[in-house]
């Protein structure tokens, strides 16, 4: 079989062109919705001494060369999202960021290593009202795609009706059964053997050397996501606080976080934080992120000590990333990611 043509080649470009000029009107409306509900759009920089402390994401790694030599490591960051707290430290309430940023290890129909993640931050507003920013941006995609759905493969979200809220503990007692919350004492501890039992008599398979992280991705992964987003978008909120590394727990229960996805179409399009603003316990959840990155991976990045310093003074604030060439895709009727991307990443071995 002969290898594909190149993104460039006209034949292709003609067919990819109807989706790109769709992202930039989409793009343009974004900006205009922004503008209009008084954020200010921000760059930030995309070299960084951290590309952030979760401990499966994986970053692009450089160096810096200084004048006389000296090397210091680099990475592409994986958001902007440590820059924009160190701006709501330094006193903007509402910022708005569209970042090219960088994954590596991840490449697929819905995955590129570059593409572009569109952060917003409010500060002293809820997490909820980010909701509504995610019910008005929806709609307001498909309505300039010329849209009355979103699609992807043969499924359909109606973005115009309101999303529907769903706990994490909610839909995995509605998918597979399983009681979340019993997994998880009250002050935020796993019993990974507890969860483990509840998945095999769920009928799910369970490893020895399974974490709590492992076993609550694969209930999401295979239970819950397919399930979300299914004739109109689903917010599935209130994740445990084990799996929220950003985030705050909830005023309600100790044991969930403030943090939410939102859903269309079974895809993932979005993650939200009413943010953590305490500087210890950040420090804390990144040191656990970045041990079991070395124990799965063999490798750690280093701790931006400078985010940590900003966050002291960061004020209350809630804030999303969107992966902005998802809902291209979903609301123009693409069916792979590089089809919304002006110049794909070209494709390395396997």
């Known amino acids: 079989m002969p290898a594909p043509s190149p993104w460039w080649t006209p034949h292709v470009h003609a067919d990819r062109r109807p989706f790109l000029l769709g992202r930039n009107r989409i793009q343009a409306a974004f900006r205009s919705f922004f503008a209009g509900h008084d954020f200010v759009e921000v760059d930030t920089a995309t070299l ?4 952030g402390n979760e401990a499966h994401l994986h970053a692009f790694t450089t160096e810096a060369i200084g004048l006389g030599g000296t090397r210091t490591p680099l990475y592409l960051h994986t958001s902007p999202e440590f820059a924009c707290k160190k701006l709501l430290a330094a006193g903007e309430t509402r910022i708005a960021c569209f970042a090219h940023v960088y994954r590596n290890r991840e490449r697929g129909p819905l995955h590129h290593p570059e593409f572009t993640m569109l952060e917003w931050y409010r500060v002293g507003e809820s ?7 995610c019910a008005a941006l929806l709609a307001l995609a498909a309505e300039t795609a010329g849209t009355k759905t979103l699609t992807y493969r043969d499924r359909q979200t109606d973005p115009f009706q309101e999303p529907e809220r769903l706990s994490v503990a909610e839909a995995f007692q509605r998918f597979a059964g399983i009681d979340l919350l019993a997994a998880i004492d009250r002050s935020g501890e796993t019993d990974r053997d507890h969860l483990a039992e509840s998945l095999r ?15 609550f991705s694969r209930v999401i992964v295979e239970r819950v996501e397919p399930r979300l987003g299914l004739g109109r978008a689903t917010i599935l909120d209130e994740y445990p606080v084990a799996e929220a590394a950003l985030a705050r727990p909830t005023a309600r229960d100790p044991r969930v976080a403030e943090r939410f996805e939102l859903y269309a179409c079974g895809v993932e399009l979005a993650n939200a934080f009413g943010e953590l603003t305490d500087a210890q316990e950040q420090r804390r959840r990144f040191g656990a992120e970045m041990a ?3 124990r799965v991976y063999g490798e750690s990045y280093p701790l931006d000590e400078d985010f940590l310093a900003a966050l002291a003074r960061m004020p209350e604030a809630s804030g999303i990333a969107l992966g902005f060439d998802r809902l291209v895709m979903l609301a123009t009727g693409a069916s792979r990611i590089d089809q919304v991307i002006w110049a794909p990443v070209p494709e390395t071995g396997h």
């Open 48 to 51: 960084q001494t951290s590309p």
């Open 292 to 294: 079991e990155k070395m």
């Open 127 to 133: 997490y909820e009202t980010l909701m509504k920013d």
């Open 201 to 215: 008599q769920a009928g799910m398979r369970v490893a020895e050397d399974d974490t709590w992280s492992d076993l």
